[in-house]
């Protein structure tokens, strides 16, 4: 369905989904946030006011500069009169990724105002039935086997399964993710056993010097491990810090573009605990090769002799 | 002072017998020393001389533990130390063998009383002997007063001076020393060489290569090499 959105300087396409139940603010998602005044939900029984409420998107009201309390007019048809409408609410989209790139904007209406606008009094696309919190899985999914048996022309799906099914794409993304790590994992280990090679090679001479002076190969090597389990804590700990300082960068920056709460990079303690402890590891690794390397090299070769 | 210690009693501490060194060199084989034998006797200032790829470092590396000959054998304090294995080596160097070398080889991180701790914390020293005895080695070289610099900010022969200062941390009973003076100006070679001069009259046996003529003069002894050989000793016992 399509709506025009009479009042804006400029003619905004509207895409509006039917949402059943007895309040004008059911929310699409659970998570989307109701902002502004909400309207009190209609009776079974009461008498609908003669000037409806809607509910729209925060984004609409950001780009056309309106407000909760305006009048506006609203036509299932280009080129309609349509009828007015009076802004109760506006709605700020929940944090969704599947979301994020959409630019359409949302109205909300009353069901029977929605299905009297659209002239289509007796269709629904899709519904949610809200269950109470105590009943259980076997619950739900016994009251979808009794829906879905005698269900016609329609079917019904736990909220679960759906979020399963929205996700895969998530999935696919999650694993190219995942990919990209472990890529940046083997290049970043070989970049630090590079650079501990060259600087090891850079002090062949101080350290023939001290193997020289008496120091074993054993102090030696394990001079050469803490030294590079050192750098390795460090620049990890660096790289989180300044990893932290992009997350902040990139969120506010797309959560600015996509006008979203949606988190687009997440550096959680976790996360930065795993990459200091795997920094760690690799560091000792390379650190010991390094000095593997060294100390098997008699001190005269080492001086060039 | 108490930095050096040795005695000068005339036995023998250190005594190389017909020892041989070559190495590979591509296809061809350089023969380094071709059967040196010598005898330096405690409290000696040896100065080894010769030209280039007479064999002089090569005798040095041997006399030090540093190398081992292909034939012969060494004496150090009556052991034989030519068949040594790399750790035994290793710790004669630390205990009983003070090294410098032309380049001085500090550790550019630590300071100058860390670069002469350094060989004392591989001894097992506790931490406060080792920082005291560090303090006194510096001081004798004349460097109290710039411990806690690092190699940067020091000048060459102050480097050297360090350098000197690490080689003496563990009491070593010989010093050896493969062109001491060689990077620096002739000033600083000869405070360099000064200090030498009163490490053997304290009572250290001192070993040195050198090209510098000033620096044999000032030995007691002076054994010049040419082709792997000794050619000349001016202080070689009657046999």
């Known amino acids: ?305 | 002072m108490t930095a050096p210690t040795g005695n000068r009693d005339g036995t023998p501490l250190l005594e190389a017998h017909d020892v041989q060194r070559r190495y590979e060199a591509g296809e061809s084989t350089v023969h380094a020393l071709r059967g040196v034998s010598v005898a330096i006797r405690r409290g000696e200032f040896v100065a080894i001389v010769g030209a280039s790829g007479s064999g002089k470092s090569t005798l040095l590396h041997l006399l030090g533990a540093v190398d081992a000959p292909d034939a012969g054998r060494v004496i150090f304090e009556g052991r034989d130390i030519s068949r040594l294995s790399d750790a035994e080596a290793t710790r004669l160097r630390l205990l009983r063998v003070g090294l410098v070398f032309q380049r001085f080889y500090l550790m550019p991180t630590l300071s100058a009383l860390e670069n002469v701790m350094l060989p004392m914390a591989e001894a097992g020293l506790a931490p406060a002997a080792r920082r005291a005895r560090a303090e006194e080695l510096l001081r004798y070289v004349g460097l109290g007063e710039r411990t806690g610099h690092r190699p940067t900010q020091l000048s060459g022969g102050e480097q050297q001076r360090v350098a000197v200062a690490r080689a003496l941390a563990n009491e070593p009973a010989l010093l050896l020393a493969d062109e001491p003076t060689g990077e620096l100006d002739a000033a600083t070679g000869a405070a360099l060489i000064a200090l030498l001069q009163r490490l053997n009259a304290d009572g250290l046996t001192c070993v040195l290569v050198t090209h510098d003529a000033a620096l044999a003069q000032s030995a007691q002894r002076v054994i010049t090499m040419k082709d792997g050989r000794i050619v000349q000793d001016t202080g070689a016992s009657p046999s």
């Open chain 1, 1 to 305: 369905m399509r709506l025009r959105f009479l009042r804006a300087p400029h003619v905004a396409l509207l895409c509006c989904s039917l949402l059943a139940g007895p309040s004008l603010l059911g929310a699409q998602t659970p998570r989307d946030t109701v902002i502004g005044t909400p309207t009190v939900p209609l009776a079974p029984g009461r008498v609908a006011p003669s000037v409806r409420g809607i509910a729209i998107d925060e984004r609409i009201a950001q780009d056309a500069g309106v407000r909760v309390g305006d009048t506006l007019r609203i036509a299932a048809e280009a080129g309609t009169t349509g009828e007015p409408v009076v802004v109760d609410a506006l709605v700020r989209r929940s944090a969704d990724p599947s979301e994020v790139a959409r630019s359409e904007y949302r109205v909300r209406l009353h069901l029977d105002h929605l299905q009297r606008l659209t002239n289509a009094i007796d269709r629904v696309d899709r519904f949610a039935v809200a269950v109470r919190p105590e009943a259980g899985p076997s619950a739900v999914d016994s009251l979808l086997a009794g829906v879905n048996h005698v269900a016609f022309g329609f079917r019904a799906h736990a909220s679960r399964d759906v979020a399963v099914e929205s996700s895969r794409t998530f999935q696919v993304v999650d694993r190219f993710h995942r990919a990209i790590g472990g890529i940046t994992i083997v290049a970043s280990a070989v970049f630090l056993l590079c650079i501990l090679l060259l600087k090891v090679e850079e002090r062949r001479r101080a350290v023939a010097a001290l193997r020289l002076a008496g120091l074993s190969r054993r102090t030696v090597a394990l001079s050469v491990i803490a030294e590079a389990a050192v750098v390795a804590v460090l620049g990890s700990g660096v790289g989180a810090a300044i990893g932290w300082v992009a997350t902040l960068a990139v969120n506010a920056h797309y959560q600015r573009v996509f006008r979203t709460p949606l988190t687009f990079a997440l550096l959680t303690p976790r996360i930065a605990l795993f990459a200091v402890s795997l920094s760690l590891v690799l560091g000792i690794v390379a650190g010991a090769l390094a000095a593997w390397r060294l100390v098997r090299t008699p001190p005269l070769t080492l001086l060039g002799r």
